[in-house]
């Protein structure tokens, strides 16, 4: 507090010393304070909290790392030793690895579900990262690409064995077949020309070619994986994480597109169209998951034609892809309900029909403000994978159940230690895509903040 | 596909232009809704026809006749009389029953327990705060399945037998068969003591009606919470004691090889209240939050600029508004709770999925009533929730300009 020495007067005219802080308001001591101690009641909780995790951090890491067994070949190596019990047994993970990811998959086939590993890896990837070049091409190659080379892959079927039923038309057998195939791939070849803004007869030579070109394709095709010889391993073997793996992907390629066609059906002002969406979602969305699989699993075959055998993988499959397009649905259509009337007014204004709108206006803004949602119907869909093992399908979680009660790894603590493992797995895919939807979040707020 | 959205006005004085059927969207839509249709009935058609084949070929009964035969297997815990000897019809109420035990008692734990960790999640308090996220990101991104499997197979498996069961305080005791705890009975008397309760809680609602009306007309402000007290506790306890304390616990008493009296409560039944409870907290803890959040913080300013302080504020201003945003959520989560419950046929635990389409379906092999019934009970609950969350929600929604 100085004045100046040639006034009488006391006033300041020099800016008082700007002062530090109090240090308790400062530096660790400061953030303790406001953080922890700020009142009574804080202080309290803050010993509740810290008492509580006192009594839990400890305990597993205790578990999980500093006195877990990491080496052995087996049960023994788990056992108490002087009356006590070890921590989490790893090395039953370690030696039932391979089963947990790959099931009873044949050991000589393994690099068929490393290369679908990496190849998820590499559509996903594409798919996800916002920036990434060609993303339309990456659409194409995790939508079709994809599954089928996967289907390929794993079960060492031919994946586009069905491009070839139209030949049957010029043998004349399988009529029907080949001619609902030849009407389908003829209309692929519509869509593509559409899409490239044909019309008239531009179109129905797009049509052509595509009837023809595809057939020619599938026949080639056929010759090349005839002569390339992958043996084919029945859905029965595959399981592990591998299978988890399969549904999942499959439920998140087949539930999107349905979802929005749902969505749009059940916006839809026809009304038969909208009266299907709405029992469909309502009815799917009112039953838990395992009733739908139980369902599929057990009606399915009463409903196919007697001698059509359906595959118990499949079967699941269809299950968890109708349960997860109906909550799929409701996440689209509350993105549809959130743009503007003007976004619509504006589209059919400018002479668009109504897919055009969809596909050019409607949808990618809709898709962009639900993309967390989305993202979010796809945690569940993972996890809900796990319901797989009550219907005998031999899911990661199932390999787990099957390894933890193997007597040559039978310890005290090989099942809490199958279940972390199970936890972590889990947790992880769970975790990576809750921070995607976070992300995404962020970076989307940031382009309404302005 | 879509018809065209006809602007009154425009669509009557404007003579529609000759265009091919093929191109008029009203027109389209027709032929898209008659294909969708057929496709449908289609479908539908050759699907009961192939049901009805494939079900004779295997010799397999139709219709609901199974309903009344004997259903020959027992049921562990069940809420009512049930034998060996009772019909399938008997067993579908004991499993329904037990869901909803199962539901009651997950949705009272779950709701207490989220609201905590939904306001830990929110507090100054940073290792509270910390714990809380902890919490609500772990359990929320594992699968139920194996949370129940882990509390089932690896905590209450691993319990001590019954020779060394844990005694907890108050005459509980805890081992591989469950939970054994002090057996209410309850003499004639007793109804009293619930008249008196139920008349406290009339009083009471009474009471704050007067006293809500009281406050508007004069801004005097009555001791509701005195009241609460008085009328809902003291007053049921003090007709208790005057009827002669016509309630007792039989406790239950360890033996060598088993517990004599008490209640057991089945260990599938722990594990799945206690798995659903914790599963099912994490979400309603974001709902919580969420809604909590939604309440902006000028809300909290102005009430405080008006003079109210922090007790009604909260009463008054942030939690009605919250309570707006969070109990839609909340019920959805109730009805995830209940169809989660159906989770319970794999631990064992006796519910309307395992018994109904575990058990019997195996037994009879009629898949489609079974599940056909299981569906509908599911379909019910969730259908006359969702009517009342409408009606709820028309009720509470902001009446905007």
Same mark, same amino acid.
């Given at each position: 507090?100085?004045?100046?020495?040639?006034?009488?007067?006391?006033?300041?005219?020099?800016?008082?010393?700007?002062?530090?802080?109090?240090?308790?308001?400062?530096?660790?001591?400061?953030?303790?304070?406001?953080?922890?101690?700020?009142?009574?009641?804080?202080?309290? #909780?803050?010993?509740?909290?810290?008492?509580?995790?006192?009594?839990?951090?400890?305990?597993?890491?205790?578990?999980?790392?500093?006195?877990?067994?990491?080496?052995?070949?087996?049960?023994?190596?788990?056992?108490?030793?002087?009356?006590?019990?070890?921590?989490?047994?790893?090395?039953?993970?370690?030696?039932?690895?391979?089963?947990?990811?790959? !099931?009873?998959?044949?050991?000589?086939?393994?690099?068929?579900?490393?290369?679908?590993?990496?190849?998820?890896?590499?559509?996903? /990837?594409?798919?996800?990262?916002?920036?990434?070049?060609?993303?339309?091409? !990456?659409?194409?190659?995790?939508?079709?690409? #994809?599954?089928?080379?996967?289907?390929?892959?794993?079960?060492?079927?031919?994946?586009?064995?069905?491009?070839?039923?139209?030949?049957?038309?010029?043998?004349?057998?399988?009529?029907?077949?080949?001619?609902?195939?030849?009407?389908?791939?003829?209309?692929?070849?519509?869509?593509?020309?559409?899409?490239?803004?044909?019309?008239?007869?531009?179109? &129905?030579?797009?049509?052509?070619?595509?009837?023809?070109?595809?057939?020619?394709?599938?026949?080639?095709?056929?010759?090349?994986?005839?002569?390339?010889?992958?043996?084919?391993?029945?859905?029965?073997?595959?399981? !592990?994480?591998?299978?988890?793996?399969?549904?999942?992907?499959? !439920?998140?390629?087949?539930?999107?597109?349905?979802?929005?066609?749902?969505?749009?059906?059940?916006?839809?002002?026809?009304?038969?169209?909208?009266?299907?969406?709405?029992?469909?979602?309502?009815?799917?969305?009112?039953?838990?998951?395992?009733?739908? &699989?139980?369902?599929?699993?057990?009606?399915?075959?009463?409903?196919?034609?007697?001698?059509?055998?359906?595959?118990?993988?499949?079967?699941?499959?269809?299950?968890?892809?109708?349960?997860?397009?109906?909550?799929?649905?409701?996440?689209?259509?509350?993105?549809?309900?959130?743009?503007?009337?003007?976004?619509?007014?504006?589209?059919?204004?400018?002479?668009?029909?109504?897919?055009?709108?969809?596909?050019?206006?409607?949808?990618?803004?809709?898709?962009?403000?639900?993309?967390?949602?989305?993202?979010?119907?796809?945690?569940?869909?993972?996890?809900?994978?796990?319901? #797989?093992?009550?219907?005998?399908?031999?899911?990661?979680?199932?390999?787990?159940?099957?390894?933890?009660?193997?007597?040559?790894?039978?310890?005290?603590?090989?099942?809490?230690?199958?279940?972390?493992?199970?936890?972590?797995?889990?947790?992880?895919?769970?975790?990576?895509?809750?921070?995607?939807?976070?992300? /995404?979040?962020?970076?989307?707020?940031?382009?309404?903040?302005? | 596909?879509?018809?065209?959205?006809?602007?009154?006005?425009?669509?009557?004085?404007?003579?529609? =232009?000759?265009?091919?059927?093929?191109?008029?969207?009203?027109?389209?839509?027709?032929?898209?809704?008659?294909?969708?249709?057929?496709?449908?009935?289609?479908?539908?058609?050759?699907?009961?026809?192939?049901?009805?084949?494939?079900?004779?070929?295997?010799?397999?009964?139709? @219709?609901?006749?199974?309903?009344?035969?004997?259903?020959?297997?027992?049921?562990?815990?069940?809420?009512?009389?049930?034998?060996?000897?009772?019909?399938?019809?008997?067993?579908?109420?004991? +499993? *329904?029953?037990?869901?909803?035990?199962?539901?009651?008692?997950?949705?009272?734990?779950?709701?207490?327990? @989220?609201?905590?960790?939904?306001?830990?999640?929110?507090?100054?308090?940073?290792?509270?705060?910390?714990?809380?996220?902890?919490?609500?990101?772990?359990?929320?991104?594992?699968?139920?399945?194996?949370?129940?499997?882990?509390?089932?197979?690896?905590?209450?498996?691993?319990? =001590?037998?019954?020779?060394?069961?844990?005694?907890? =305080?108050?005459?509980?005791?805890?081992?591989?068969?469950?939970?054994?705890?002090?057996?209410?009975?309850?003499?004639?008397?007793?109804?009293?003591?619930?008249?008196?309760?139920?008349?406290?809680?009339?009083?009471?609602?009474?009471?704050?009606?007067?006293?809500?009306?009281?406050?508007?007309?004069?801004?005097?402000?009555?001791?509701?919470?005195?009241?609460?007290?008085?009328?809902?506790?003291?007053?049921?306890?003090?007709?208790?004691?005057?009827?002669?304390?016509?309630?007792?616990?039989?406790?239950?008493?360890? @033996?060598?090889?088993?517990?004599?009296? +008490?209640?057991?409560?089945?260990?599938?039944?722990?594990?799945?209240?206690?798995?659903?409870?914790?599963?099912?907290?994490?979400?309603?803890?974001?709902?919580?939050?969420?809604?909590?959040?939604?309440?902006?913080? +000028?809300?909290?300013?102005?009430?405080?600029?008006?003079?109210?302080?922090?007790?009604?504020?909260?009463?008054?201003?942030?939690?009605?508004?919250?309570?707006?945003?969070?109990?839609?959520?909340?019920?959805?989560?109730?009805?995830?709770?209940?169809?989660?419950?159906?989770?319970?046929?794999?631990? +064992?635990?006796?519910?309307?999925?395992?018994?109904?389409?575990?058990?019997?379906?195996?037994?009879?092999?009629?898949?489609?009533?079974?599940?056909?019934?299981?569906? *509908?009970?599911?379909?019910?609950?969730?259908?006359?929730?969702?009517?009342?969350?409408?009606?709820?929600?028309?009720?509470?929604?902001?009446?905007?300009?």
């Amino acid at each position: 507090m100085t004045s100046s020495a040639s006034s009488k007067a006391y006033v300041q005219n020099i800016p008082a010393q700007v002062l530090p802080p109090p240090a308790s308001m400062v530096g660790v001591v400061g953030w303790l304070r406001t953080n922890l101690f700020s009142s009574p009641a804080n202080i309290a #909780l803050t010993v509740v909290a810290a008492l509580v995790a006192w009594w839990l951090i400890p305990g597993f890491v205790k578990f999980l790392i500093t006195d877990a067994v990491w080496t052995g070949s087996d049960r023994e190596a788990c056992l108490a030793k002087g009356g006590v019990l070890p921590g989490a047994c790893w090395a039953f993970v370690k030696d039932r690895w391979t089963f947990m990811i790959y !099931g009873f998959f044949p050991v000589e086939g393994y690099w068929r579900v490393n290369l679908f590993f990496l190849l998820g890896a590499i559509g996903l /990837t594409w798919m996800l990262w916002l920036n990434a070049p060609r993303r339309d091409l !990456g659409l194409i190659f995790f939508l079709v690409i #994809l599954p089928l080379t996967v289907y390929g892959l794993l079960s060492g079927n031919n994946p586009v064995g069905f491009l070839t039923y139209p030949m049957d038309l010029l043998a004349g057998k399988n009529v029907a077949m080949a001619g609902i195939f030849s009407v389908l791939l003829f209309l692929v070849g519509v869509f593509v020309g559409r899409i490239r803004n044909t019309s008239g007869k531009t179109s &129905l030579v797009y049509g052509v070619i595509g009837l023809v070109g595809l057939t020619a394709f599938g026949f080639v095709f056929a010759k090349l994986w005839a002569g390339f010889g992958l043996s084919q391993v029945d859905t029965a073997k595959w399981g !592990g994480l591998m299978v988890t793996l399969v549904v999942a992907g499959v !439920g998140i390629v087949a539930s999107l597109p349905l979802g929005i066609l749902l969505a749009l059906g059940r916006r839809s002002k026809l009304p038969v169209v909208k009266f299907f969406a709405v029992m469909f979602i309502e009815f799917v969305r009112g039953v838990p998951l395992i009733t739908v &699989l139980f369902m599929a699993n057990t009606m399915l075959p009463l409903f196919m034609p007697d001698g059509a055998n359906v595959d118990k993988l499949l079967r699941a499959l269809v299950g968890i892809g109708l349960f997860a397009s109906a909550y799929m649905a409701e996440v689209v259509r509350a993105g549809l309900q959130a743009l503007p009337k003007g976004q619509y007014e504006g589209a059919m204004a400018m002479g668009l029909g109504y897919w055009q709108m969809m596909r050019l206006i409607i949808l990618p803004q809709a898709l962009k403000v639900t993309i967390p949602n989305i993202v979010n119907t796809y945690i569940g869909l993972f996890k809900d994978t796990s319901l #797989l093992l009550i219907v005998g399908i031999f899911d990661f979680l199932k390999a787990i159940e099957t390894a933890r009660i193997d007597p040559q790894w039978a310890a005290p603590t090989t099942s809490p230690t199958g279940y972390a493992f199970a936890a972590i797995v889990y947790f992880m895919f769970c975790y990576g895509m809750a921070s995607y939807a976070r992300m /995404t979040e962020r970076r989307l707020s940031v382009a309404d903040k302005r | 596909m879509s018809s065209v959205d006809a602007r009154p006005g425009s669509a009557a004085s404007v003579e529609k =232009p000759r265009v091919a059927f093929w191109n008029d969207p009203e027109k389209r839509g027709y032929i898209f809704q008659a294909v969708l249709l057929a496709a449908v009935v289609y479908f539908v058609y050759s699907a009961a026809d192939n049901a009805l084949a494939n079900l004779q070929k295997q010799k397999i009964a139709s @219709g609901f006749g199974f309903w009344n035969n004997t259903a020959g297997f027992d049921i562990g815990q069940r809420l009512i009389p049930y034998e060996t000897t009772s019909t399938y019809g008997r067993a579908f109420w004991v +499993g *329904l029953l037990n869901t909803l035990l199962v539901a009651g008692v997950g949705i009272f734990f779950a709701t207490i327990l @989220g609201f905590i960790i939904g306001i830990a999640r929110l507090s100054k308090n940073w290792l509270v705060q910390k714990l809380a996220t902890i919490y609500v990101e772990a359990i929320r991104n594992t699968p139920l399945l194996l949370q129940l499997l882990f509390w089932y197979n690896a905590v209450l498996k691993a319990l =001590p037998e019954v020779r060394d069961s844990l005694a907890i =305080p108050g005459g509980l005791f805890l081992n591989t068969r469950g939970l054994f705890v002090p057996e209410p009975s309850f003499g004639p008397s007793f109804s009293w003591v619930l008249y008196a309760l139920g008349a406290g809680i009339l009083g009471y609602f009474g009471f704050s009606r007067w006293a809500k009306a009281r406050q508007a007309a004069t801004g005097q402000i009555a001791p509701l919470g005195l009241a609460a007290l008085g009328l809902i506790v003291v007053f049921p306890v003090l007709v208790y004691f005057l009827a002669g304390s016509p309630l007792s616990f039989s406790v239950p008493e360890l @033996g060598r090889f088993n517990i004599r009296g +008490g209640v057991q409560v089945y260990p599938e039944f722990v594990a799945l209240v206690v798995g659903l409870t914790i599963y099912t907290a994490a979400f309603i803890a974001e709902a919580v939050r969420a809604g909590i959040q939604a309440v902006s913080k +000028g809300q909290t300013e102005a009430a405080y600029a008006l003079g109210l302080r922090p007790g009604p504020t909260l009463d008054l201003v942030v939690i009605p508004q919250a309570m707006r945003v969070i109990i839609p959520p909340l019920t959805s989560n109730y009805l995830n709770l209940t169809k989660n419950s159906s989770l319970a046929v794999a631990i +064992g635990y006796p519910d309307l999925v395992q018994v109904f389409t575990g058990t019997v379906l195996n037994q009879t092999g009629q898949a489609l009533e079974v599940v056909a019934i299981t569906m *509908l009970v599911y379909l019910t609950i969730s259908l006359s929730t969702s009517l009342f969350m409408n009606w709820y929600n028309a009720r509470k929604a902001l009446v905007e300009r």
